[in-house]
């Protein structure tokens, strides 16, 4: 396949809706096209779709390729990867990204191995790059970064050889650029012949388990470490929470320790946000908590080590016990309120 074609993105629908990750790899493909003088081409399999095309257009898209039938509507794995693997054929891109949600690290396997190319998966940045091997020098390779051996490193990974790059990457780590409501761009009907073998298996039933907590839509998240001492000192940071009208976020340590549900969690292992205001209490700032919440927009951190790693990412620290400090906080964003 060609270094000179498009970057490709899976775009994954719930319900004929666009999933936001798919828009923010949109977002982040049309940086990385824009670097490599192509554009980006979406394809979106499923059913009564190809109005909601239009909206991938908006965050960068060039062309959608929409792959319309009512078996589609749900994701199947051998469909679906057909699906991909023939407009993959038929495109050539030198790209293609999925998210890495539960559909995306099933498909994007299938793909790499049906296409004998490689696949990093769980991907937190994605670059453009040189790439030198022997005597050999690779322009405009696809430096696909992540954590590895256990978020102690940060690795850059390359298939220089082998194309298209693939890449999963986790929800909430691309930045979703803001709509142009006045981009234009081409939605592309493709027919693909399927067979009764291609649906080996029939959804009877969806059940979907309501969201309890919403960290990524949330503007401001209060988030507790096991600092925080024990599940009933966590009250202290729903309450904080509460006040200030945002959502409890977490730790691994203190979601392993039973204050709080593996939902709130934030890192490398949980969520990834960008909230406008974040702040940390006993928290200490591992390499996996910081992976999921450096970007925010405004750092607290309350710490009572002053050398704590939050420190480095926070915009304002307070060195104190969070025990004394939390309710102070509280009472004085009250009589302010
Ligand atoms: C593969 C892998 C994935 C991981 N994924 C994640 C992940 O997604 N998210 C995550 O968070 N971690 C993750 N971890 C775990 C991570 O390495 C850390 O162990 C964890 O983040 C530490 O949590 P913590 O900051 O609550 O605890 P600690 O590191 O023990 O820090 C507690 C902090 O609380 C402060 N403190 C104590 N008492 C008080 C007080 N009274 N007032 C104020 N401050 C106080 C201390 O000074 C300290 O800084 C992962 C680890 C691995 C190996």
């Known amino acids: 396949m060609s270094t000179k074609n498009n970057v490709m993105v899976f775009i994954q629908q719930d319900e004929g809706k666009i999933v936001d990750v798919s828009l923010e790899l949109v977002s982040k493909a049309s940086e990385l096209a824009a670097r490599l003088g192509v554009s980006v081409t979406g394809v979106l399999p499923g059913h009564g779709i190809e109005k909601e095309a239009q909206k991938a257009i908006q965050y960068g898209a060039a062309e959608v390729v929409c792959i319309d039938d009512k078996r589609l509507a749900y994701y199947t794995p051998v469909p679906y990867a057909k699906v991909m693997t023939q407009v993959i054929k038929k495109y050539q891109p030198q790209i293609v990204l999925y998210g890495a949600t539960t559909t995306g690290r099933d498909l994007g396997p299938r793909i790499a191995s049906s296409l004998k190319v490689g696949l990093t998966a769980d991907c937190t940045d994605l670059q453009i790059g040189e790439y030198s091997y022997k005597d050999k020098v690779f322009e405009n390779i696809l430096y696909q970064i992540r954590p590895a051996f256990g978020g102690n490193i940060v690795a850059t990974i390359v298939s220089p050889e082998r194309f298209p790059q693939m890449a999963t990457v986790r929800e909430g780590v691309m930045k979703m650029r803001e709509p142009d409501d006045a981009a234009k761009g081409t939605i592309t009907k493709m027919d693909i012949e399927f067979g009764d073998q291609d649906f080996p298996t029939e959804i009877i039933k969806?059940?979907?388990?309501?969201?309890?907590?919403?960290?990524?839509?949330?503007?401001?998240?209060?988030?507790?470490?096991?600092?925080?001492?024990?599940?009933?000192?966590?009250?202290?940071?729903?309450?904080?929470?509460?006040?200030?009208?945002?959502?409890?976020?977490?730790?691994?340590?203190?979601?392993?320790?039973?204050?709080?549900?593996?939902?709130?969690?934030?890192?490398?292992?949980?969520?990834?946000?960008?909230?406008?205001?974040?702040?940390?209490?006993?928290?200490?700032?591992?390499?996996?908590?910081?992976?999921?919440?450096?970007e925010s927009s405004r750092i607290i951190a309350i710490n009572s080590d002053p050398e704590a790693p939050i420190f480095q990412v926070a915009h304002y620290g307070i060195v104190g016990d969070l025990k004394d400090v939390i309710p102070k906080f509280i009472k004085a964003y009250k009589a302010k309120a």
Do not use: W
Request: glycine letters at 16%; proline letters at 1%; aromatic letters at 4%.
């Open 206 to 294: 969806r059940v979907k388990e309501a969201k309890s907590v919403n960290l990524k839509g949330s503007h401001i998240i209060v988030a507790g470490g096991i600092g925080v001492g024990s599940k009933d000192d966590f009250n202290l940071i729903k309450d904080l929470a509460h006040t200030l009208g945002g959502e409890v976020g977490a730790s691994r340590a203190a979601v392993d320790a039973g204050f709080v549900a593996k939902e709130h969690q934030i890192g490398q292992t949980g969520t990834t946000v960008r909230p406008k205001l974040y702040i940390a209490c006993g928290i200490s700032g591992s390499i996996q908590h910081r992976a999921g919440m450096a």
